[in-house]
C-alpha cells in the first residue's frame, strides 16, 4: 500500500481517515457487508473461499465493540455447528462428509456473547502479574505507584524492621 502524499489542502481528510470515529463508522459499514457475500457464496454458490479468507482475517481486522465476538474462535464453532468442516493444513472450511447443505447466517456472530470489559482494578492485578513474572519486585513496583502518586512509599525491609521493633516493644511491655 503506497503512503499518501501530505499536503495543506489533504492534511485534515486524510486524518479524518484513521479516526476512532470513522474506523467505527466504515467497520460497522464493511463488516456486516463482508458477512453478507460470504454469507451469499456459501449458501448460493457453495463457495466456501470467502469464508475461509474472512477466517483468516478475523484477528486483524478493526472491530468496534459491537463486533467484539467476531473472532476465530467462534466463527470456527460457528461453522462446525452448520457443517463445516476447517482444514487445518490448507486453513479451509468444506463441508463435511453426509452433510449436503449448509445455512451461513450473515450475523452468526450475534448469537455469541461478548467478552465483558475488565475493571480497572482487574486491569490493575493483570498489571501487577505481569509485572511479578517478568521479575518486578514488590519494592520496585511500589516505587512506580509512589512516583506516580507523588507519595512516599516505606519498603518491605522498612515494614519489617519496623514491625519487629514494635513487636520487641509489645514484649518488653508484657515483661514489665
Known amino acids: 500500500m503506497k503512503a499518501p502524499i501530505i499536503k495543506n489542502t489533504n492534511f485534515k481528510s486524510q486524518l479524518k481517515t484513521i479516526s476512532k470515529d470513522t474506523l467505527n463508522q ?3 459499514l464493511v ?8 454469507s451469499e457464496q456459501a449458501n448460493t454458490h457453495g463457495n466456501y473461499s470467502p469464508l475461509s479468507y474472512l477466517h483468516g482475517q478475523l484477528g486483524s481486522i478493526y472491530k468496534p465493540k459491537e463486533f467484539k465476538t467476531l473472532n476465530t ?11 463445516l ?8 472450511f468444506h463441508k463435511a ?4 447443505s449448509i445455512a451461513y447466517d450473515a450475523e452468526w456472530y450475534k448469537q455469541y456473547e461478548a467478552p465483558k470489559e475488565s475493571t480497572p482494578s482487574e486491569k ?12 518486578i519486585t514488590l519494592d520496585d513496583m ?5 512516583a506516580h502518586f507523588d507519595v512516599e512509599v516505606a519498603t518491605s525491609d522498612e515494614v519489617s524492621d519496623e514491625i ?10 508484657k515483661a514489665a
Open 97 to 100: 462428509k453426509g452433510v449436503t
Open 164 to 173: 519487629a521493633s514494635l513487636q520487641e516493644a509489645v514484649a518488653a511491655c
Open 142 to 146: 511500589m516505587e512506580i505507584i509512589a
Open 85 to 92: 468442516e476447517f482444514d487445518t493444513k490448507s486453513k479451509t
Open 31 to 38: 463488516i456486516p457487508a463482508i458477512n453478507a457475500f460470504v
Open 124 to 135: 490493575f492485578a493483570k498489571a501487577v502479574e505481569s509485572a511479578d513474572k517478568n521479575g
Open 26 to 28: 466504515k467497520a460497522s
Open 73 to 83: 474462535k467462534n466463527h470456527r464453532d460457528y461453522c462446525e455447528s452448520i457443517g
